[in-house]
Structure formats: structure tokens, C-alpha cells
């Protein structure tokens, strides 16, 4: 039914209109009471098997919303009706900031995948402190805080730009995104080399620390999928020799060749960052190099491609204790979560795994014998 839906409707709208017709949908469905028991019920049924425990956190299970579509933090409900177990919101920034000009979401449908060069756009993180504040749970949910750089604060400035949203979001956080590898923002992946990320974390860790007393934020970063092989290690040892909490694995790439894309060339060489099926097997490459450096250590977020619960399960196998999708949420529309959920059961069942914990790394461990 929704295949039908998104060929007749969506797939003829401008993907940023589109994206934002369904916001709303969602929204009022979370809004109205009965509806909203009745959605959830239907899209998130819980599976006892499948409770995860992460980060020093309780989840219904492992499979959560990727930062980038509720970057103001005004779905979480929604997308907790919907069946995602955490919803991560941003990235935030410092400053509101509109992000880059119009058109700058692109579907590349046979591919499915999508190509955005959004831009952080997003209301700023003193307007987005204040919503989280003032928020009342309809549904108990696992929300993590992803911030970025904003555009026009220089790269040296940086560190004051990301403590300055800390000091701001961490107190309403259950964990705390560094992200330090979309392709849209000038300069912010060179902040993913160790000599500047090292300041930078530290920095985030002591705001982090100096704004919320009565617990400990966990703290992750996010890394792009094009970074080289000793540079995923340099990232990994990083994070242990600075006590981080988690990676999350993969944002966006700047890569189309040897991708086999099959979509338009007018369409393949927008510029921004490509996520979806094409990013699949280089995130589960980064995901798997970084279990092998860490392992149980610190906890791992597979996102980049996850489009079915095979993708989920074998992201779990490589290493992955949370996953994350969103571009195969607007290809599957929303019983993808459910079909994750229901999947992932079918799988744990059917594995020589007593639990979820346990198959975490299990593929890689093996593999290193």
C-alpha cells in the first residue's frame, strides 16, 4: 500500500515537501490520543528478545531513528509511535542557521538512495534546549542530541561552537553526538583528523560534564564512510584513549564512483552526501575494522544502508550494539521498523545466540581467529 502511495504522491513532489507533508502527518497523528495508541500498537509492537541495553540505557530494543529528520526536535513522539526505539534529533548548531539554498534533497530511486546537501538547516540549539525542556512524554523513548558546527564560525572556533550547544542540550540528552562528518558544512570533516578532534572531544566531554552533575552524558562521534582505513583505526583509538561511549558508523559519503548507480547522471552528480543502499557496504566495512580495534570497549551505531533486518542482523554480527536508519523510512514508509523488529526476532530465534548481546561482534570475532 504505501509502495502505491509514495509512486502516485511522493515521488512526484519535491523530496523537501514531501519529507515535510509526511512531518506533519505524523505529528498530528502523535497529537491525537486514540490514534496514536492505535498506530502504535499496530507499527510498535514490542519484542521482549529484542531489549537492549546501552550507553547505561534501557531500550526497547536496538533499532533507532539516524539524525537528520527530526533535526528540531518536534517528532519524537512520532517516530516512537512509529516503532524506532531512540530517536537521535539534530544535528543542532550553535546558531539557527537555513541551511544551503533550495533544491537540495534529491531521491535516486532506483538506487534507493537519497543525495542531500541540506546544510544543518536547523532552528539552533537555544531554540531546540527549550522545546526539549518543556516537552511532556506521550511515549517513553531513548532521545540522543546530535550537534555540528555551524557554518559560519571558523574551523578554529569550532570547539567554542560545539561546548557553547552542550552547555545548552546536554542536560536534556540521554546520550550526546559529536558530528564531525557531514559533507555540507565547509571544513567540518577536517575536524575528524585526531590532532582536531582530540581538543574538540575533550572539550565537549568537560562542557558536557561542567553542565549536567547529577549523571554522565554518554558521549559518541559520528564518522563519514570515506575515511581511510588507518584513519577509522586513528578515530578508534582515539575514543578509547579518551574514554568515549560510543561511534556511530557511518554518516554520508562524497564517493559515487564504483557504487554502480543506477539513476540518472543528472541526478548522481548533485553535490552533498549520499546515503542509503550505495553506502551499505563500505559502512559495514568501517563498522566491522572498528569492532576488530575496540570491541566491547565502547558501544557501536551501524547506520548507512540498513534497509531490512538482514542489514540490521548482519550490522549486529559485524559489531553493532544500536542501529539507526532513515533513507530506507522514506522507501519503506512505516512499517519499516516493525518489519525490522519483527525480523530481527525471526533471526535471533533462529541463531545460536541466547541473546541480542550476544551475537554483537560475533561475525567479527570469528573472523579473527
Known sequence: MYKLFFNLVFKRMDPEQAHYMAFRWI??????PVLRTFVAAALAPRHEELRTEALGLRMHGPFGLAAGFDKNAIAIDGMSMLGFDHVEIGTVTGQAQPGNPKKRLFRLVPDRALINRMG??????????????ARNPVFRTVVGVNIGKTKVVPEEEAAADYVL???RL???????????SSPNTPGLRNLQATESLRPLLTAVREAADRAVTGRRVPLLVKIAPDLADEDVDA???LALELGLDGIIATNTTIAREGLGLKSAPSLVKETGGLSGAPVKERSLEVLRRLYARVGDRIVLVGVGGIENAEDAWQRILAGATLIQGYSAFIYEGPFYARAIHKGLAAR?????????AEAVGAETRKAAL
Open 235 to 237: 578515530v578508534a583509538d
Open 348 to 356: 535471533l530465534a533462529a541463531s545460536p545466540y541466547a541473546t541480542l
Open 170 to 180: 546536554a542536560r536534556h540528552a540521554d546520550y550526546l553526538v559529536v558530528n564531525v
Open 165 to 167: 550547544s552542550t552547555e
Open 27 to 32: 505529528r498530528l497523528a502523535a497529537r491525537t
Open 120 to 133: 544543518f538547516n536547523n532552528e539552533g540549539s537555544a531554540a531546540v534546549a527549550a522545546r526539549l525542556a
